[in-house]
């Protein structure tokens, strides 16, 4: 059974930094399609990034295209946000999220491309 363990959420003022990770148990990270989605009180979980299983794709939302980058390390089977500019509207829980084998989009908005989930990590963004 796959595994997807989050990491490095925490409390940050607007304007500040933070990088997440995903660790993934299985043997099929490499072949996989990686992504976030958030989810703050009352609201929908959300799209926020996904990188191809290659590494050559990367996608983002629009609001945070320019802050945020996706990548990922296919020997240490982790995949990583970085966050830069944080705003208050940034504060969520971040879910880690992994594709089935070779999936390469285009559907990357919904979760509909998601078989497994992380537990998630709180990130909150104060002003």
């Known amino acids: 059974q796959v595994q997807l363990v989050e990491s490095g959420g925490g409390l940050v003022q607007a304007g500040g930094s933070l990088r997440l990770s995903c660790a993934a148990s299985?043997?099929?990270?490499?072949?996989?399609?990686m992504g976030w989605f958030r989810q703050s009180p009352g609201k929908e979980r959300e799209f926020v990034a996904a990188?191809?299983?290659?590494?050559?794709?990367?996608v983002y939302t629009d609001t945070v295209k320019g802050r945020f980058t996706i990548s990922r390390d296919n020997v240490k089977n982790t995949v990583y946000l970085q966050m830069n500019s944080l705003k208050p509207e940034d504060t969520a829980v971040y879910f880690c999220?992994?594709?089935?084998?070779?999936?390469?989009?285009?559907?990357?908005?919904?979760?509909?491309?998601?078989?497994?989930w992380g537990q998630g990590t709180q990130v909150t963004v104060s002003s």
């Open positions: 299985g043997r099929t990270f490499s072949i996989s399609t």
């Open positions: 990188i191809s299983w290659s590494g050559g794709s990367t």
């Open positions: 999220a992994r594709s089935g084998p070779f999936y390469s989009g285009p559907n990357y908005y919904s979760a509909s491309w998601v078989r497994d």
